[in-house]
C-alpha cells in the first residue's frame, strides 16, 4: 500500500471538485425527471388528439348521412369521403398504456433536491 501526501491546497480542490460533479449529476437526474413526464403528457395528449379525431370522424360521417343528396353532378369537383380519413389507432404508439408514476418518484426528486443543497451548503464552506 502506498501513500501519497497531499497538500491542503490539493485537498480542498479535489473535495470541491467531486462535490461540483455530484451536483452536476444531480441536475442532470432531475432534468431527466422533467423529460420523463414532459414525455408522459404528451402521450397523454396525443391519446386525447386520437379521441378527439375519432368523435369529430364519426360525427362528420353522421352529418354526412342526415344531409340531402343532390341531384346534380359536377364533373370537376372532388368529394371527399369521410371513410378515406387515416386514422391514428393503426399507429403502434397508441397502443401501449400510458405508465402510472408512483408517489415514489416524488419524494426521488425532494431526495434529490435535499442532496442538491447539501453539496452547494458544502460548496460554500470550501
Do not use: C, G, W
Not at 500500500?1 to 441536475?27: D, G, R, W
Amino acid at each position: 500500500m502506498e501513500f501519497v501526501k497531499l497538500s491542503s491546497q490539493e485537498k480542498t480542490y479535489t473535495e470541491k471538485s467531486i462535490l461540483e460533479i455530484q451536483a452536476q449529476f444531480i441536475s442532470v437526474l432531475q432534468h431527466l425527471s422533467k423529460y420523463h413526464s414532459a414525455r408522459d403528457e404528451e402521450l397523454k395528449l396525443k391519446l386525447a388528439l386520437r379521441n378527439k379525431i375519432e368523435e369529430s370522424k364519426e360525427f362528420l360521417e353522421t352529418f354526412d348521412k342526415s344531409l340531402p343528396k343532390s341531384q346534380f353532378k359536377d364533373d370537376k369537383a372532388q368529394q371527399i369521403k369521410v371513410s378515406q380519413v387515416k386514422t391514428l389507432s393503426s399507429s403502434p404508439i397508441y397502443e401501449s398504456a400510458l405508465p402510472i408514476r408512483s408517489s415514489q418518484e416524488e419524494t426521488k426528486e425532494d431526495k434529490l433536491q435535499r442532496e442538491l443543497e447539501e453539496i452547494k451548503r458544502k460548496l460554500s464552506r470550501l
